[in-house]
Every structure is written in C-alpha cells, then in structure tokens.
C-alpha cells in the first residue's frame, strides 16, 4: 500500500528535476553527442578494418546526420514538448540504436554505436519513475542479447562491458537522483521543503516570463499552532500539519503544489492559475480545515522568486494580524481595506436602502431589492461600485454581504403580510463559493423568521461562470427551499444560451444598458422582445432595470416583461419608504400570503 507521503515524493521527482526544458536540452545534448559518435566511428572504423564491404554503413550514417539534426531541433525548441513524449523518445531510440547494430553486425564500428544504449539507460533513470527506468533499462538489455545470440552483431567482451555499465549507470543514477530529491522533500509531510519550493518557484517563474501566463503564489500559517503543540504535544501537532498537507493534495489535485515552507508555514505554487482562483481554493479548502490564515501573490512582469514571495508574505501578515482565518490578496493591500471596511461596519455605518420592484402589468410593488449604502462620516455617500470591488477583493465581501443578508431579511420579515413582497439580496460570487454558504442563507431565515418565498438572492452570470459544483449545488438547495434565484445584469457578460438553460434560476433581470435604448415612440424594441421571448420559453420571468421613463414602461408592457425597477417606479431608499408603500398597497389590496414554510434544517 502506498501511503500519501509517497505518492506526494513520487510525484515530486518529476516537478522538481524533470521539468520540459531541462529534459528537451538533455535529450538534445545526447542526440548530438550520438549523431557525432555515429559520424566519427564510420570514418574511425577504415582505419581500423579497412574491408571494402560497406553494406549498411550508408544507412547509419543517414541515421547519424539524422540524430544530430533532431538533436538541436530538441535542445532548441522540445520544451514544450509533454513530459511523456520524452519516454518515448528513449524507446524509439533503443529501438532505432539496435536497428543501426542489426546492419553494422559484425563491424568494429557496431560497438561504438552499442555503447549508447548506455546514454538511453542513463536518461530514463535521472529523467523517469523506477518502474519506468527499468522498463527502459530492460529493453535495452534485450537488445544487446538478441544482438548477440541472434545476429552475432558484438563480441563477447562487448556484451559483458554493455550489460555491466548499463546495470552499472541505471543503480547509480536512480540512487543520486533519490538522494538529490529526497533532499528537497519534507520528511514529515512528504511535501517539497523549503527547497523544494525555492526550486519549484524559480522553474514556474522562468516557465511564466516564457510566456505561459499567470502564475499565483501563496503562503500560509496555521492559526494556534503553537497552542495544539504546547497543549496536546508534539504528536498531535504533527499529526495536524501531516493532515492539513494530505487533504490539500487530495482536495486541489496536482497543478496547485504545496511545499512546506517552515515549522508551521506552507506554501502553493500554481501555474496557470489568476489569484482569485487560488483564493477561491483556499476558501473550498476552509470547510475541512477554518484555522489557517493565507497570503496570496500573482505573479507580475520582472518579479524574482523572492519579490513574488515576499509579496505573499506580506498579505499573509495582513490576513493574521485582521484576525487570521482568512485569505487576502496582495494585489489589493487587502488589509487596509479589509480593516477600514471592518470599522466601518462595527460604527454603524452601512445602512440598507430599499428599491421598489413593481408589476409592469398593474404597477404594483412586488417586492424590494436591498442595495447597501456606506454614509463615511466626513466623507458623504460613498457609491457601491466604488466600495464593493474593494470589499471583494480583500474578502470583506463576504462579511458584508452577510450583514445585508440578515438586515434585509429581518427588516422583510416585518413587512406587512397580506402583501406577498419579496426582498431581493445581491451575492457576490466569493459569498456562492464558500462551502457553508447553503447553510449559512438557512440560518440566517430561521433567525430572522422570514419564508424562504421571500427571499430573493441575486447573482451575475459571471459568478456562476467558473460552473463552481460548490455554487450550483448551493443555489439548487436553496431553490428547493423555496429561495429564488435570479441572474443579475442578464446582456453585460459572456451569455451562453445552452448554458442559461442550466443554470438554477426563477429570474432573469434585463440589465439597464437594454432599457436605455429603448426610445420614445419606439415600438419595435427587437433585443427587449428577444430576451422576454427566451426568458419566458425557459421558464424564468423578467425584471427590466434602470426603467427611467414612461415610454420605456410602455414598451416594456406591450413585449410582455413582468416586472420592472427603476427610478420611474422609485428609487433605493430608507426601509420606511417601503414598509409604508406596503402598508398602503395591502389597505387597498385583497390579502394574499405566502405559503408560510420555514427552511428545513
Ligand atoms: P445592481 O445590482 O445592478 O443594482 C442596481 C443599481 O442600479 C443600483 O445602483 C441602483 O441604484 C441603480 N439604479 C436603479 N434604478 C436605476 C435607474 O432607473 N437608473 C439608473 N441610472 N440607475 C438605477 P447602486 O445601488 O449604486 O449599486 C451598484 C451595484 O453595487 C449593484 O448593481 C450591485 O452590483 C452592487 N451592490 C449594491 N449593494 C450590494 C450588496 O449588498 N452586495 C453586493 N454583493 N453587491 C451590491
Ligand atoms: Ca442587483
Ligand atoms: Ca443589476
């Protein structure tokens, strides 16, 4: 049985040593080596034997000028070659090798071409796996005994010298290369140590100025190490630091390596990977283990290794100085705002307004959706589209979002009941991908005592974008509660048809910039028709946003949108204004209720 520890040190050889240049240049340097070999031995052996029969050599030494051209070729441009293509690379060559013996059989010149079997041996034991190096190795043993006992290709002494220095080569290389790795490997956890990761960093940074793309680092810190070590021993905190490395290598597969980077400290390097899908990782990674705190850097034109590192550093000290538990981002001197955002929370000074949603048929309000405000005392009204990319960069988001939650859903929970009002709540897409999201909504409605057909959440195509199985799974949940679901500024983003048709949704609300280009008079409105048409055909039901203008309400009406929000019909303010049109509108209203379901828990 294997346990973690190896299958992380078997997989760690490759990364660290055997990486695609290094290969592509190796392979080259004995490419060339061999063509030269091929080429000097055909003149050597006239001199040696001088016979006249040259039946054969033609071909080798075709064979040779052929080597050595695929020689610079590799060494040029092989490394982007994949990693496996090389293995194969040194099988065809054992196979072409014993070709060139079979037709220089009995040759002086078929020893010097023999002897690069060695140089096939030597590349799969530094380059590949054991099992596969032996593969090699066995292949080329068989060679030379068919070429013995089936051709006569070599003399004894040849065979002897061959099958001793390719054992001989295949036994010392495989034991450098296993003291050479294991010296960049973490007894304990089995990950790649600190340099290890030195290693691994400076090849995906060289890999990155290549032109392969993004690169994101980053650093973490378990929170109260020292007290599981100082209270529960040395045993149990080893324990801990051997779970936390094994879950992140089963949980985020093998492009996110994680090394670890000193006694209570790990680090990820991932290639390919944008900062936020590392911090989206970290936060998945969160269910299983919350105490840890993290610092995450992408990487940047003309960063060194230890630039880009200390950059995650820098944030990892911000995350754990705001309280730890969480993930910050450098790129956005996460703390500071992280920090001003708290405060500003703890001071009252966020408040949610109310916009009216109404009925574009009767005009009546069918809800409301809250839209958060910041007052900065001082400072005036501060605009959500200048707050909120900060919130979600440095993570606060969450903690926000969280607040409207349960305001709105409080503040919903009094409106007046015979009118059946929902509150709308906007999401943002790193709130969606948190694992305890589904629960965390639940919660909130049980203490808050509003029905789940109340609620509303609001999400952007985009958040759902990345097809997270975290995020649609908790957006199925919550619709089989009774939560609607609608997707926010339908028509700004990347919209797939094939995909809407998936998505877990009730509404689709039709972004301001279509409505805009209604005009007055206009009664044709093709993209406001089209969009109604394919909402209703998939089952969801529209909002128009940004309706400024009678007109517009107009058209809305006659392509069949259901309900509209807009200036027209009221703009975001005080939850008096709200509760009071409630009140009016139930006065003159029929009483209607909502079903009044409680979530399961
Ligand atoms: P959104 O979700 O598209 O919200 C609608 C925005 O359009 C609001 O801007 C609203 O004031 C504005 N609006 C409403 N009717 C009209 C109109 O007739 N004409 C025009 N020109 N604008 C209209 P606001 O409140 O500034 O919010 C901006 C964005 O900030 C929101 O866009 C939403 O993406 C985000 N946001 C606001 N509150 C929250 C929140 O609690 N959580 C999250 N995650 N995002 C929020
Ligand atoms: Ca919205
Ligand atoms: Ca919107």
Known sequence: MTTANQRVRRRVRPSVIATGPAMARTAGACYVTGGVIGLVSHWAARYDWGGTDRSGTTWVLGLSVAALLAGIALALAGGRLPQWSFYAISHVSASVLTVEVWL?????????????????????????EWAAAALATAHVLGAIVVAKLWWDAIPWVGVVALIGLSVLVAGITVALIRAAADADVDGLTGLPNRRGFDRLLQTALTDAERGSGQLSVAILDLDGFTATNDQQGRAEGDKRLQTFARDWVAQAGEDAVMARHGADEFAIVWPGATSGRLSAQLDAFRAAHPEFSAGVAVWQTGDTPSLLASRAEIALYEAKSSGGGRTFSSNDAGGESWMLLSSAL????????????????????????????????????????????????????????????????????????????????NVSGRELHQPDYYQQVVDVLIRTGLPAQRLVLEVTESTMEADSPVALDALRRLRADGVRIAIDDFGTGYSSLSRLHHLPADILKIDRSFVSTIQPQDNGAPLIAAITGLAHALGLTTVAEGV????QADVLRHHGCDENQGWLHGRPDDPELIHAALAQQALSQPSVSFEQRAPAR
């Open 346 to 425: 703890t001071n009252n000074e966020f408040k949610v307004a109310y916009q009216p949603i109404v009925n574009g048929a009767t005009g009546l309000v069918t809800g409301a959706e809250a839209l958060l405000r910041w007052n900065r005392p001082g400072k005036g009204p501060v605009s959500p589209a200048e707050f909120i990319p900060i919130a979600e960069s440095s993570g606060f988001i969450s903690k926000l979002d969280h607040w409207v939650l349960e305001t709105a859903c409080r503040e919903a929970a009094a409106w007046p009941r015979a009118v059946p009002a929902k509150v709308t709540v």
């Open 548 to 551: 400024e203008q009678q007109y």
């Open 104 to 128: 220089l059989r009995g040759r002086p010149e078929t020893i010097a071409i023999a002897s690069m079997f060695v140089i096939v041996v030597m590349y799969t034991s530094f380059f590949f």
